[in-house]
């Protein structure tokens, strides 16, 4: 393994990087960094949860004056959620260096990003639509740009970016540096990497590395129906520390969180319909381990960086097998293991296969848990918990009432009720789960562009899919680019909304 002082860091940014806990590179850290630190372009095929943000961030803050007051570095990226993280670790990278990295996307008022702006941050890190805002009020000034990187390309394409991430591009300083990472080399990603790269280095993450190797994999065959109460039972029966839940819609998200916290779970949902403060809110509750269980779509859990997340449920199969990588790489990160369970009805069962071939990994099948063995689990933690409580010592209140209780019964009877007391028994409290429709393997071409391979109907006019699946080139789906979602879906990219205060209405991150 490459140790980072190998790298030809500067002594400040080593000792900032070791702060963070790193000590060694990942393998495209590895091979990225000291390209990078030359200033020439780099073309990178890396997943998510592969360092991927330190392989660009490290090199673009060495090269950064941080004596400079002016805006040096640019990076694009798909949604305010990887906007905000990727300027989190840009700033724990960078603080020893004293560089400051300001987060740019929709759904904060603008006016107090400007009041950002004109502190002079050396690196912006912005959502396309919300910098096209920027650069049209001349609120941002680009010209001293020195590297400009483009994280998550390939999903800022699919969310339908690919002009305005043009725009850009060509309004830029031509003599710059242009990083681009992507998980996936679609001919558009080429197209741009041509027109905008000068012969760029091409790093790629090799397959093995890309495939989730500390993830168990599983799938439960059942039907729609039984969807709820198997969760249910693998959550009694797993006790995850932290798990979050993919659902394909936003109504399911909140269906599925309304019944969690009608069994007495301590969950919550996260998807596009939530206002900026309520998603800051809802994943800092993860974080700091409020709730344990977090319900989300594809798109609001993208670029989410939680660690000790120990369990990935897929609830609906995804929209596609890349889309399955990125929720499963939620959990055994760090070099850690982690369980990923994706719920596959008889219909669906083909997506088996599809998953297999792109994460190289066989999925075991896992038989849905009986009433019975969830007892048996539950009966296993109480007794778990007993037992820590007697490690612990601290019960010396309690020995004189449990010596009187000895006195007038056995020993075996008083143990079973505590024990029985501290069970959990399995709730099978009624709750409403709307039926969804399966999902299909996307078909390349047809009527609008790379589009899903049916038409949902579960959540109003896009909810499993919508004309063109996850709206890669149709309407509806989870609103990746939707124009009607499975609400207004008025917005573009996630983090699109329409706001009063800026002239002509267009469609904004």
């Not at 000895?406 to 009720?417: D, M, P, Q, R």
């Not at 959540?459 to 149709?474: C, E, L, P, T, V």
């Amino acid at each position: 393994m490459t140790k980072f002082q190998d790298l030809q860091l500067s002594e400040a940014l080593v000792k900032g990087v070791h702060k963070m806990g790193f000590e060694e590179a990942t393998p495209i850290q590895a091979e990225t960094i000291p390209v990078a630190l030359t200033g020439v372009d780099v073309l990178g095929q890396a997943q998510t949860g592969t360092g991927k943000t330190a392989a660009f961030g490290i090199p673009t803050i060495e090269r950064i004056d941080s004596k400079a007051r002016q805006v040096q570095a640019l990076v694009l990226a798909p949604t305010r959620e990887l906007a905000i993280q990727v300027a989190e670790e840009l700033n724990k990278i960078g603080e020893t260096k004293r560089v400051y990295a300001l987060p740019v996307y929709g759904g904060q008022q603008i006016d107090r990003q400007i009041r950002g702006l004109k502190k002079n941050p050396q690196i912006v890190v912005a959502t396309p639509g919300r910098l096209m805002d920027h650069m049209k009020r001349k609120t941002i000034k680009l010209d001293d740009i020195q590297t400009v990187i483009l994280d998550e390309a390939d999903e800022m394409l699919n969310m339908g970016f690919v002009e305005d991430i043009e725009t850009i591009l060509a309004g830029l300083p031509e003599e710059r540096q242009t990083l681009l990472f992507s998980a996936t080399m679609p001919p558009q990603i080429k197209k741009i990497a041509e027109r905008f790269m000068k012969s760029p280095t091409i790093i790629k993450v090799k397959a093995k590395e890309m495939t989730v190797e500390n993830i168990n994999q599983q799938f439960l065959e059942l039907r729609e129906g039984q969807k709820f109460d198997t969760l249910c039972r693998l959550i009694d029966i797993d006790s995850p520390e932290l798990s979050i839940i993919f659902a394909r819609t936003k109504k399911r998200v909140d269906e599925v969180t309304e019944a969690l916290i009608k069994r007495g779970y301590t969950a919550d949902g996260l998807h596009g319909d939530l206002t900026q403060s309520k998603r800051d809110q809802v994943i800092r509750r993860f974080k700091n381990g409020t709730i344990d269980i977090l319900v989300a779509t594809d798109v609001a859990a993208r670029g989410l960086d939680i660690s000790g997340v120990t369990h990935v449920y897929n609830f609906d199969v995804p929209q596609d097998p890349e889309s399955y990588v990125h929720r499963i790489g939620r959990t055994g990160r760090a070099g850690k293991t982690g369980t990923a369970l994706t719920f596959i009805t008889p219909r669906e069962f083909g997506q088996v296969k599809a998953i297999e071939r792109v994460t190289n990994k066989k999925m075991n099948r896992r038989h849905v848990p009986t009433i019975a063995e969830v007892l048996e689990g539950n009966q296993k933690q109480a007794a778990e918990e007993l037992i820590e409580r007697v490690q612990a010592g601290d019960f010396k209140a309690y020995t004189q009432l449990a010596t009187e209780l000895l006195e007038e019964y056995e020993a075996v009877e008083i143990l079973a009720a505590a024990l029985r007391g501290l069970t959990k028994e399995p709730d099978s409290t009624p709750v409403e789960i709307s039926y969804a429709e399966p999902v299909r393997v996307k078909r390349q071409g047809g009527r609008g562009g790379d589009r899903g391979g049916y038409r949902g109907r579960n959540d109003r006019r896009g909810g499993g899919g919508g004309r063109g699946g996850d709206r890669r080139g149709g309407r509806g789906g989870e609103r990746r680019d939707g124009r009607s979602g499975d609400r207004k879906g008025s917005f573009r990219g996630d983090d699109r909304r329409r706001s009063d205060d800026r002239g002509p209405r267009r469609p904004r991150d």
